[in-house]
């Protein structure tokens, strides 16, 4: 077996990668902001997010809320990953002749540094991929209440192992 390895183009397009994911779940967070009612969804996804969870404030039961608990951990993950490659990018190593983990980018944003391997990237855009398709069967779970265990089994088997 071939061990994988990561080109410098893969490396330094993976921010790209991400960015088209964050912008894909800010339109399901907006989506379902509208759809719980919300006349006039906020922009950009670390406000998209409070406003889309404070929707679910008091609504659902326990279940919900433990479901909607990991998301939102996950959208803040995604959020602080974001703003790292967008504001913090130092640099980046690939790995044409080592291991995945050897390809990383660097990043320091107010004062904090890290290093995200291609490991680390490639389970972000799952996650991030994940988030996109629980949003809106979370929403649905709200909107049709006889419906949110179907939604919440759904989530159990397909997304949740990955949030």
């Not at 990018?89 to 983990?101: D, K, N, Q, Y």
């Not at 994940?130 to 006889?146: C, F, G, S, V, Y």
């Amino acid at each position: 077996m071939t061990e994988q390895t990561v080109s410098y183009d893969a490396i330094k397009g993976a921010p790209i990668s991400l960015f088209m994911l964050c912008a894909s779940v800010e339109q399901e967070l907006s989506k379902a902001c509208l759809a719980l009612g919300q006349a006039s969804p906020p922009q950009g996804m670390g406000a998209l997010t409070q406003a889309w969870l404070d929707l679910h404030v008091g609504r659902g039961g326990a279940e919900h809320t433990e479901i909607l608990d990991r998301i939102d951990q996950r959208l803040r993950e995604a959020i602080a990953l974001r703003n790292h490659l967008a504001h913090g990018i130092l640099g980046w190593s690939a790995a044409p002749h080592g291991p995945p983990e050897a390809a990383v980018i660097h990043t320091c944003l107010n004062g904090v540094e890290r290093r995200f391997s291609w490991p680390d990237l490639l389970q972000a855009m799952l996650r991030l991929d994940r988030l996109r398709d629980a949003i809106p069967t979370m929403t649905h779970a709200l909107l049709k209440p006889e419906r949110a265990a179907d939604a919440y089994q759904g989530l159990r088997i397909n997304s949740l192992p990955d949030l």
